[in-house]
Structure formats: C-alpha cells, structure tokens
C-alpha cells in the first residue's frame, strides 16, 4: 500500500475533527435557544481497500482506510417527546380551566362583604328593622334600597358570568388562528425539510423548529402524529387531517351556536373545518377547556350556564316567595297612592316584563320604587287611621328567611351557601388538578433536557477532544511528510 494511502487517512482524520469542532462551536452558540437538540457527530471507520493482482499489498493484513462522517444526529427521545406534548395537553387544560374558576370564587366569595350573601342578609336587618315602625317612611326607603341591592348584586354576578362567557368564546376563536397559523408553519417546515434531506443531510435545525411548533400545538389541542420516511409529518385533530406534507387545513369560526344561558340564537362561535363545515373534534388542550367552560352545563361539565342556573334558582325563589306574601298583604294609604289601602301587589318583578325571574331581570316592583308606603306590611287593609301600625305581613316575609322548604331552593342562605361550596370544591378540585399536572410536567421536561439540552460543560470537555484529535491527525501528517523527505531526499545508490 502506498506511503500516500497514510495522507489520506490523516486528511480524513483532519475533516472529520474539524467537522466535530463546527459541530461543537454550534452547539455551544444555542445553548440557550428555545427548542434547540444538542447535535453529535456520528462516524465510521473505513474498511481497507481492496485489490487484485499486482496492486495487492505484499503482506496478508492491511491497514484500514481511516475514518468518515456517517451523520450529523440530534439527540432526542421521541418517546419523551409523546409523553411530554400528551402532558403538556393536559396542564394547559386545567391551567384555563383553573384560571377562570378562580375568577367565579372569588366572585362568590361571601366574606368580601359584597357577595350575595351579605346583600340578603342587609335585605333581611332592614326588614326587620321595618317590622319595628312599619309606619315609618325612613325605615321602608332603607328596605327599598337593601333590596335594589340585592337585585343589583344577582345582576351583577349574571353579567360578569356572561362577560366571563363572552371572554371565553373570543379566546376560542383566537386559539383557533393560533392553530391554523401553527398548521401554516409545519407545512413550510415540511418542505423545507424535505428539499434540503434531498442531499441525504439532515436537517436537524429545521426539525427542531417543527418540534417546537408541535410542542406549541400540544398546549392548544390534542391531536395524533405520523412520520413520514421523506421527512415530512401528518397531524390530525379529531381524527382528521389538520397538515399532510404539504397541504394544511384551516379551523373556521362560524357565529352559528345559540348561547344556553340566555338561548340567544347563533351568538357564539363554532368550531369547523373550513373546507368540509363540519364540527372539529375537540378531545384536549386550552381549546377543550375553554369550550368546556363556555358551554358547560352540567355537574360533570362545569362551566358559565351552569353557574348561572343555580343563580337564577335563588333569585326566582327569593322573588316568588317574597311576591307570595306581599301579594296578600295591605299597603300604606299615602298622598301617593291617593291614601288607598289596596293589596294583591308584588314586591319583586321582571325588569324586561317576562313571567320568568332570572338573576339578569330581578328587579324591585316600579309602584315601590317610585312610592314606597307601596310596601304591604299589614295583614289587613289600613282605612280611617285604623291598623297603621300592623306589621303582621313583614313579620310573615321574615319567616321566609328562616324556612326550609321554599320551593325550588330549600332556603335562602342553605342555597346560596350549596352553590359557592359547589364552586369552591370545583375551583380546588382544579387547583390540585393542575399543581399534579404541573409536577409530571416539569419532571419530563427535565427528563427531555438531560437527553437534548447543551450542556457547556460536556462541549467544552468535547471541544477539548476533537482539538487533541485534530492536533494528532496534523502530526501524523508531520510524521509521513518526514519518512517521504527521508524516501526521496536521503534514499540513494552508494557510490564505488
């Protein structure tokens, strides 16, 4: 075998240090970028060149032929990356879902002194306090006024659950761009990728970009993944395609869905495939958690109509039961009402004239607002001076705070108190949820740094063996250059 086969070798040796220090020097440069796998120089020796004939080497063994680079790797564990991104789905899903929960206890939160609870309990001392003086004018504009409050707080809490609501139906439609946009930037990828393997290099920065955009998609929704020997990737949301190779479809928004807290018809957005119309199946993710709170309506699926269910039960049972003894009840005579005792009037009625009380319409009766010896507090009619001072009927409407058995909630405060039990459970229910969720999250993650995170450390010691590799190549080359000056310099016929 020729001197030269040995330049050769240590020419290759030469390539494939240096190779291993570029490969280095960018590992080191992305150390702290987002997504980036630490790459790592894979090589193979060369076999020993084979001959016949005359150009076989005269001895039985030869020398193999040095080394080559067979591939440029990233160093990634697909398994952790499924269980990542599958966990990743699940934490942004109670992540919202903890998020906006926590905004409706604190809501209700009956030890803020604003809460529904505390505007009840105003509503029930100033009625008690009427009871004392029926006669009194001060006395009954108090109880006007503690019940205007408590009306307004049941609107109050009906807007911001439907405020809540709207809030979460924007967001859908937001996620919605987001995934599309994801979508667009896979398929882009994807053909990058595949135009630059056509070479038979991979591409592994442009394959830790797509991983990063699929660890992104992860957070908004669940979906299934499927390689490609080409290099490309197929991602599908509810069983259908969302990106192939090439081609990505898009989610629509379409404002098509009645709302059910108050049946307005095609006043949310639905989720469809632009292309065919047809629902997509949601299964994980923010998405899932917003759609699920947008429309729950259900112990099992807790969301805004939901909440608001139970909040019109209590304002329909307070005004019903109210209005029941009220209505049997005989007001003041007054210059206002033409100092007429009559009866059969509501406390409590709808501000948009329906026959149905909600949390939204409760609202005190306009004669009592605009007069209010309008208030029944007598068991029998006032006429002629008589009974002006009978508060057998206020006393009647106090007992209604202490009953059991009002139709449709029991009582009052056990009903209010059942129903931000019921939210706190849920909210803590959530919480824990979330803080599990978040735990296994960052325990993989920490898994899928230890395989691809750079660590500056291990390419230092790296840099330090490819430049002692490199060092011993170029002395080899040295070392032939000697024996070849020694061969055709110092080689010759001894003179006679």
């Not at 398994?79 to 934490?91: A, I």
């Not at 923010?286 to 209590?314: F, N």
């Not at 939210?423 to 959530?430: K, L």
């Amino acid at each position: 075998m020729s001197t030269f086969f040995g330049l050769d070798i240590a020419r290759k040796a030469l390539s494939v240090s240096q190779k291993g220090i570029e490969v280095t020097g960018h590992n080191i440069a992305n150390a702290d970028t987002v997504g980036y796998s630490r790459q790592r120089l894979t090589t193979v020796s060369v076999q020993p060149a084979s001959a016949s004939g005359r150009f076989v080497s005269a001895g039985r063994e030869q020398a193999g032929g040095g080394v080559m680079i067979l591939s440029i790797d990233q160093i990634r564990s697909p398994f952790l990356d499924r269980q990542y991104r599958n966990e990743n789905m699940r934490t942004s899903e109670w992540s919202i879902r903890s998020d906006h929960l926590n905004y409706v206890e604190g809501l209700f939160d009956e030890l803020s002194g604003t809460g529904l609870s505390d505007a009840l309990n105003r509503f029930a001392v100033s009625m008690n306090e009427l009871s004392k003086n029926p006669v009194n004018k001060e006395f009954r504009t108090n109880l006007l006024q503690t019940a205007s409050n408590l009306a307004d707080t049941f609107g109050h809490f009906a807007s911001q659950l439907a405020e809540k609501q709207m809030e979460q139906d924007g967001e859908i439609v937001v996620t919605a761009g987001q995934i599309n946009d994801i979508a667009d930037s896979i398929v882009d990828l994807n053909l990058q990728i595949a135009k630059y393997e056509l070479s038979g290099q991979k591409a592994n920065d442009l394959r830790d970009r797509r991983n990063l955009m699929l660890d992104n998609l992860s957070s908004l929704t669940a979906y299934t993944l499927d390689h490609t020997a080409e290099g490309s990737i197929q991602v599908r949301i509810g069983g259908e395609l969302l990106v192939d190779h090439d081609t990505a479809r898009y989610l629509s928004a379409p404002q098509t869905v009645d709302n059910p807290i108050d049946g307005v018809p095609a006043s949310l957005h639905a989720l469809t495939w632009e292309d065919s119309g047809e629902p997509v199946g949601i299964t994980g993710g923010s998405l899932k958690a917003l759609i699920d709170l947008r429309d729950g309506d259900t112990s099992a699926r807790i969301g805004m109509p939901y909440l608001c269910a139970p909040l019109g039960q209590l304002a329909r049972g307070i005004a019903e039961s109210i209005n029941a003894v009220h209505s049997t009840g005989w007001t003041f005579p007054a210059d206002a009402n033409g100092n007429v005792s009559n009866t059969g009037n509501p406390f409590f009625a709808t501000s948009d004239g329906s026959s149905v009380f909600t949390a939204s319409n409760f609202a005190v009766d306009p004669r009592i607002v605009q007069d209010v010896y309008q208030i029944a507090t007598s068991l029998v009619e006032i006429a002629d001076g008589t009974q002006s001072g009978n508060n057998g009927n206020v006393l009647r409407m106090m007992d209604l705070f202490d009953r059991r058995n009002i139709p449709g909630i029991g009582s009052y405060n056990g009903f209010l108190d059942s129903l931000a039990g019921e939210i706190a459970v849920e909210t803590a229910h959530s919480k824990n949820r979330l803080s599990g969720q978040e735990a296994l999250l960052e325990s993989l993650g920490l898994q899928r740094q230890s395989i691809s995170a750079v660590s500056i450390d291990e390419e230092a010691t790296q840099l330090i063996r490819y430049q002692h590799s490199y060092a011993a190549a170029a002395r080899l080359i040295t070392a032939i250059d000697e024996a070849l000056d020694i061969l055709v310099n110092k080689t010759g016929i001894v003179g006679r």
